[in-house]
C-alpha cells in the first residue's frame, strides 16, 4: 500500500513538511510519523528556502569552515554554504570559503574520510547538517568522525529534529514534534503498536521509504 503523504504548509512559500501518519519502522525506532524531505534535498528553490531558515539559528560571529552533510543534503549543505557566505560568517580557511562535505560510511556505521577530505575536517569549524535528528545516534556518529579528525564542531543543524541536543552540541531545526503534536517514536522492543499486533506501513530511511 502507498504511503500518503500531506503537505504541511508555512509562511514560507518554497517550505513545507510532507508527512505520511501511520507505523513506519526506521533503523533503530518505530514511529508513527513519516516525514519525507525528499523535495528538500533535491529541488533547488526548496533547497535554498531550508537553508535561509536554518541560517538564522546561528549568530553572524559563529565560525564555519566546513558544511558536513548526512542523509543526502549535499544540496542544502551547497545552499547552506552560499547564505553563510552572503552573510559575512567568519571561517578560517586561507581562501575564505566554505568546503561542503560528505563523509563515507564503513560497514560498521562509522564515518571515515579519505586523505583527500580529511584536511577539510581536521582543524576546521563543522557545522554538521542532517536531514532529521530523531534518536541522534547518526548525529553523533558525525560529532565522533569529526573529533577523531582533529575538527572543532560548530553546531548541528537539521530540517527536522525531536531533541535540542546530542553528544553535548545544540540542535537547531526548521520542524520538531510541535509541529505535528502527536509525533510518537518508541524503540522497536517497546512499540505499542507491534504489541497491538498492527502492521507496518512502511520501513523508512533517509533515502525514502518502501511499503509493506
Avoid at 566546513?66 to 542544502?76: N, P, Q, W
Avoid at 536531514?131 to 543543524?157: K, L, W
Avoid at 506501513?201 to 533517509?206: E, G
Wanted: with cysteine; glycine share 6%; aromatic share 8%.
Amino acid at each position: 500500500m502507498a504511503v500518503n503523504l500531506v503537505k504541511l504548509p508555512t509562511k514560507k512559500k518554497d517550505l513545507l513538511l510532507r508527512v505520511a501518519k501511520g507505523h513506519f519502522a526506521t533503523s533503530h525506532s518505530h514511529i508513527n510519523y513519516y516525514i519525507d524531505v525528499t523535495m528538500q534535498k533535491t529541488r533547488l528553490s526548496e533547497a535554498r528556502a531550508v537553508a535561509q531558515e536554518l541560517v538564522r539559528h546561528y549568530a553572524s560571529t559563529t565560525v564555519v569552515d566546513t558544511v558536513l552533510c548526512l542523509d543526502g543534503t549535499e544540496v542544502i549543505g551547497a545552499c547552506l554554504a552560499t547564505e553563510l557566505t552572503r552573510g559575512g560568517y567568519i571561517n578560517m580557511n586561507a581562501h575564505q570559503t566554505i568546503y561542503v562535505v560528505t563523509p563515507e560510511h564503513t560497514s560498521g556505521s562509522q564515518l571515515l574520510f579519505r586523505e583527500n577530505t580529511a584536511p577539510m575536517i581536521r582543524n576546521k569549524h563543522v557545522l554538521i547538517l542532517a536531514a532529521s535528528v530523531t534518536t541522534g545516534f547518526t548525529a553523533q556518529a558525525a560529532v565522533e568522525a569529526v573529533d577523531y579528525y582533529g575538527g572543532n564542531v560548530a553546531g548541528i543543524t537539521a530540517i527536522f529534529a525531536t531533541v535540542d541536543s546530542c553528544a553535548g552540541y545544540r540542535v537547531t531545526s526548521i520542524f520538531d514534534p510541535s509541529t505535528l503534536g502527536d509525533y510518537q517514536s518508541y524503540d522497536s522492543r517497546e512499540c505499542p503498536w507491534c504489541k497491538q499486533g498492527k502492521p507496518i506501513d512502511a520501513l523508512v530511511n533517509s533515502f525514502g521509504y518502501s511499503s509493506l
